[in-house]
């Protein structure tokens, strides 16, 4: 058994019980959780309407993001041995105990070693923010020279955008608040803006999930690229819109992983609390305007 958090039918907040741990299966590895984050996508799940979107019925846990230790490999893994250091994304919203817990089990393919150099408790904040903000980057193709806003850029997501589009040659805008500034141009955005601004950038990454609102930035013919959510984007004057979601995969992860070691990607940890706090770390993420994520230590 493994205390864990999870979300039930009948509960409208995340509860904290002992789980049984799913089997170890050939390709998966057992992982002793260092920390983990907590992202929108957990209390939404936790309240209820995540449910719905996700089709979870029953009892399942909750999380995504880890950073812990191999404590187990399944008979066909190769790459990985007990208490080998690791990240994470735990993208089967159907399991029973997921990220948010003492112990948990992962498939090998959706991790990565946890190179030296980096805080284990805080790359926890990294897996599926860098990850998704990767992700919409390669939607959008080649920089070749264009000009992207990043919408939301000190945001978990758009901080990433911000420092993996700039490093890939695009010339970056970011919009947040002015308050955000320094930390916006030491991610490598060229400027900030406060406000949406007319139609004057190539493409839009958005990380502000603004979707149609944002089309107002990008020109005749240039792209969009967002991520799901309950009021799409769609096209208007030539403009290609791309929806993207987050795939676990162990390789991007390493890359990801070693653009932080290297200081092009900052982590950046908005607070830590145990476990057995996590109400806390919700509670904060549902209220929104934080500034890198929240963390749970076991």
């Given amino acids: ?5 999870v979300s039930a039918p009948d509960a409208s907040t995340p509860v904290l019980q002992e789980v049984a741990p799913p089997p170890l299966g050939p390709g998966d590895l ?12 957990d209390p939404l799940v936790a309240a209820g309407p995540g449910r719905v979107i996700f089709g979870l019925t029953g009892t399942v846990g909750l999380g995504l993001s880890l950073t812990g230790v191999v404590t187990g490999t399944g008979a066909e893994v190769t790459g990985f041995s007990v208490g080998d ?36 408790v805080a ?22 020279g264009r000009t992207l806003l990043v919408t939301g850029a000190a945001g978990a997501v758009g901080g990433y955008a911000v420092a993996l589009a700039a490093h ?6 970011g919009l947040a608040r002015g308050s955000d500034r320094d930390f916006v141009l030491r991610a490598g955005a060229r ?15 958005d990380g502000a999930v603004l979707h149609g609102a944002a089309l107002g930035a990008i ?3 240039g792209t969009f690229v967002g991520v799901p959510a309950a009021s799409l984007a769609t096209s208007e004057r030539g403009i290609d819109v791309g929806i993207v979601s987050v795939e676990p995969d162990g390789a991007r992860l390493a890359g990801l992983l070693d653009l932080a070691v290297s200081g092009v990607l900052e982590l950046r940890v908005a607070g830590r609390v145990p476990l057995a706090e996590a109400a806390t770390a919700y509670g904060k993420v549902t209220g929104g305007g934080q500034r890198g994520r929240w963390l749970l230590v076991p």
């Fill in 1 to 5: 058994m493994t205390l864990a958090l």
């Fill in 168 to 173: 890939a040659g695009w010339a970056v805008t």
């Fill in 85 to 120: 250091p690791v990240a994470a994304l735990h993208a089967d919203f159907t399991a029973p105990v997921r990220a948010h817990a003492e112990e948990t089990v992962v498939p090998a393919a959706a991790a990565a070693p946890l190179p030296d150099g980096l805080d284990p």
């Fill in 191 to 205: 400027a900030l803006v406060t406000e949406l601004p007319g139609p004057s950038f190539d493409a839009v990454l």
């Fill in 219 to 221: 020109r005749d013919g």
């Fill in 123 to 144: 790359a926890a904040s990294l897996p599926l923010n860098a990850a998704t903000a990767a992700r919409m980057l390669d939607r959008l193709g080649p920089a070749g």
């Fill in 30 to 41: 057992r992982v002793r959780v260092t920390a983990a984050s907590v992202d929108p996508v």
